[in-house]
Nanobody, 122 residues
Framework: QVQLVESGGGLVQAGGSLRLSCAASGRTFSNYDMAWFRQAPGKEHDFVAAITWSGGSTTYADSVKGRFTISRDNDKNTVYLQMNSLVPEDTAVYYC???????????????WGKGTLVTVSS
């Protein structure tokens, strides 16, 4: 089992920045590829970004490319999502998840946290 706890969400004005963190415990964190998903009210979980277990490769949804950066620190068992130039459409609950790199379907993830709410005001 892997336990994941997200933090860093909050209310920010459009154009602002936030940094989300996801702390992992349980099984060896460095064995897992990690990803961020988000869910806006009334919508499905949407893929945001993913990173391989080593941090050597990353991939992003087109909607966040150039604005968001995913990274990880295996010594701290933590994955991050730096979000810049936020827009109201980024408002959602953000989830970190452990699962195969390259899949963009939340249903394929093995573990996920409870999420952290990001609200971007216009």
């Amino acid at each position: 089992q892997v336990q994941l706890v997200e933090s860093g969400g909050g209310l920010v004005q459009a154009g602002g920045s936030l940094r989300l963190s996801c702390a992992a415990s349980g099984r060896t964190f460095s064995n897992y590829d990690m990803a961020w998903f988000r869910q806006a009210p009334g919508k499905e979980h949407d893929f945001v970004a993913a990173i391989t277990w080593s941090g050597g490769s990353t991939t992003y949804a087109d909607s966040v490319k150039g604005r968001f950066t995913i990274s990880r620190d295996n010594d701290k068992n933590t994955v991050y999502l730096q979000m810049n130039s936020l827009v109201p459409e980024d408002t959602a609950v953000y989830y970190c998840a452990a699962g195969p790199y390259g899949t963009r379907w939340f249903g394929n993830m093995s573990y996920w946290g409870k999420g952290t709410l990001v609200t971007v005001s216009s």
